[in-house]
C-alpha cells in the first residue's frame, strides 16, 4: 500500500509554469506506475501523463503534450508534473495516482491550480 500527498499548486497568470509534486509513503513506490490527473469544474477526470516504474515509459494526453512533462524519483519516493505554457483551461485539481495491477488504486487529496487569464 501507498499514501499519496500532492502539493505545488497554486494561482499562476496564463503563461506561466508551476509544479506539483506527489510524495508517497511506503516502502514500495517504485513497484508503482504513476499518473497524474486532474478534474475540472464540470468536467470529468482526466489522465494527464503516466510514467512507469523506472521511467522508461511515458504516456501524454494530446492537450498536455508538449507543455507537461512528469517525472519521477524513486530514491525520493516523489513523482513530479512539470506545467509550462499554462492555460485557463487547466485550472483544476490535480491528483496523482498509484497503479496497481493494472489499475489505479491509490490516489492523492488532490491539489488546486488555478490559471488567471
Known amino acids: 500500500q501507498v499514501q499519496l500527498v500532492e502539493s505545488g499548486g497554486g494561482l499562476v497568470q496564463a503563461g506561466g509554469s508551476l509544479r506539483v509534486s506527489c510524495a508517497a509513503s511506503?516502502?514500495?513506490?517504485?513497484?508503482?506506475?504513476m499518473g497524474w490527473f486532474r478534474r475540472a469544474p464540470g468536467k470529468e477526470r482526466e489522465l494527464l501523463a503516466s510514467?512507469?516504474?523506472?521511467?522508461?515509459?511515458?504516456y501524454y494526453a494530446a492537450s498536455v503534450k508538449g507543455r507537461f512533462t512528469i517525472s519521477r524519483d524513486n530514491a525520493e519516493k516523489t513523482v513530479y508534473l512539470q506545467m509550462n505554457s499554462l492555460k485557463p483551461e487547466d485550472t483544476a485539481v490535480y491528483y496523482c495516482?498509484?497503479?496497481?495491477?493494472?489499475?489505479?488504486?491509490?490516489w492523492g487529496q488532490g491539489t488546486q491550480v488555478t490559471i488567471s487569464s
Open positions: 495516482a498509484a497503479n496497481s495491477l493494472g489499475s489505479w488504486r491509490y
Open positions: 510514467i512507469s516504474t523506472s521511467g522508461g515509459n511515458i
Open positions: 511506503g516502502r514500495t513506490f517504485g513497484n508503482y506506475a
